[in-house]
């Protein structure tokens, strides 16, 4: 099974950027996509970004799109997450998961994804 290990998280100034990283042991070639969910204190886990691994294909949620970017690298076994334009609502614990079946079209459904890693903090604050 594919386990999954977040870094990169710090404190950033509003507008600033960080680039978070999700390194995978074992191969996540049976998997559909990986993706990047995000939880904020007294919030639910909601998706950001995702990649397909057929094809790279890329998912963003309203709230990121524009501002992060998702990409692979499957020499390094990595995904990354580019977070610029960063906002003080950017503010969470976020998660890297693999997608492991898909019971929607909507590429965020949580329960679709497992192998969870134990996350990274990002926090955006002056």
């Known amino acids: 099974q594919v386990q999954l290990v977040e870094s990169g998280g710090g404190l950033a100034q509003p507008g600033g950027s960080l680039r978070l990283s999700c390194t995978y042991s074992g191969s996540t070639f049976n998997y559909f996509a990986t993706g990047w969910f995000r939880q904020a204190p007294g919030k639910e886990r909601e998706g950001v970004a995702s990649?397909?691994?057929?094809?790279?294909?890329?998912d963003y949620s309203d709230s990121v799109k524009g501002r992060f970017t998702i990409s692979r690298d499957n020499a390094l076994n990595t995904v990354y997450l580019q977070m610029n334009s960063l906002k003080p609502e950017d503010t969470a614990v976020y998660y890297c998961a693999v997608r492991w079946k898909v019971n929607s079209n909507y590429p965020f459904y949580i329960t679709d994804y497992g192998s969870w890693g134990q996350g990274t903090q990002v926090t955006v604050s002056s």
């Open positions: 990649i397909s691994t057929s094809d790279d294909t890329t």
